[in-house]
């Protein structure tokens, strides 16, 4: 349990609101763990193209023959076969992951935006609005927004 927990377990509020928070705090850690693969994805993908293009322009020099010729000689090369395939399913997994962090995010932002309606405090100083400001500065240093939705 890291300090935000231990600290949101301090507070005034009811469970209904800690269950809400903690559950907010892992689906926002959920979206930032896919945006950080999806991104290493992107960096594997941009390689294996950069190294695909170079293996191509380098075979295309070597070669006189005709360009369809090197294609072909892609589908009977077993390490080049074995290379487009694995460029291929890299690309296919970053899609795959790209959509589960959208999905995820989505669910994030309904929940934050929840979160926002139910915590909605009066303009007044008292202990209701000091709570509200205690949890939104708690959230607020795991990147949670609960102050306002946009």
Do not use: C, H, P
Not at 80 to 100: D, E, M, N, Q
Not at 131 to 150: C, H
Request: charged share 30%; hydrophobic share 45%; net charge positive.
């Amino acid at each position: 349990m890291d300090d935000i927990e231990k600290e949101l377990e301090q507070l005034a509020v009811s469970s209904d609101t800690k269950i809400l928070v903690k559950e907010m705090i892992a689906r926002k850690t959920k979206a930032d763990q896919l945006l950080l693969r999806s991104r290493m994805l992107a960096v594997i993908n941009l390689f294996v193209a950069i190294v695909v293009l170079y293996w191509l322009y380098k075979l295309g020099a070597i070669s006189s023959r005709d360009v369809f010729d090197s294609i072909t000689y892609i589908g009977k090369s077993t390490a080049s076969l074995l290379f487009v395939i694995v460029a291929v399913s890299v690309f296919l997994y970053s899609g795959t992951i790209l959509r589960a962090y959208k999905k995820q995010e989505k669910q994030y932002e309904e929940l934050r935006q929840e979160a926002v309606e139910k915590l909605r405090a009066k303009w007044e100083l008292d202990a209701e609005s000091q709570l509200r400001d205690e949890l939104a500065q708690l959230l607020d240093r795991k990147g949670i927004n609960i102050r306002f939705v946009n």
